[in-house]
């Protein structure tokens, strides 16, 4: 899996690529934490197709994966936040000349 990359423009940026690039950013994340999900779920899988599994292998795979999920919830808020912000406070220029 590659790492994201958002490129820098070499002159000042319109108003109009800096929501593009926050809405970019969001998107990324959101990538970035559907592949953390994925690999939670991988997790369960292997734990749970070992032949020889404790109630406490369980108990701690099924700690660590609703910790992780808490930690993605509590980021998708912060992400809504972040979208809410910015159709709350987009300029809407008047379409009439």
Not at 3 to 16: A, D, E, G, N
Not at 39 to 53: D, M, T, Y
Not at 54 to 69: C, G, I, K, P, Q
Request: proline share 4%.
């Amino acid at each position: 899996m590659s790492m994201p990359v958002i490129s820098m423009p070499c002159s000042p940026i319109s108003m109009y690529q800096a929501i593009a690039d926050l809405l970019e950013s969001i998107a990324l994340q959101e990538t970035a934490m559907s592949h953390i999900i994925n690999a939670e779920g991988e997790k369960i899988q292997f734990v749970l197709s070992r032949e020889c599994i404790s109630f406490e292998d369980l108990m701690a795979t099924n700690e660590s994966v609703t910790n992780t999920l808490g930690a993605i919830t509590d980021l998708e808020k912060t992400l809504r936040d972040k979208l809410e912000f910015i159709s709350n406070n987009l300029y809407y220029p008047s379409q009439e000349a």
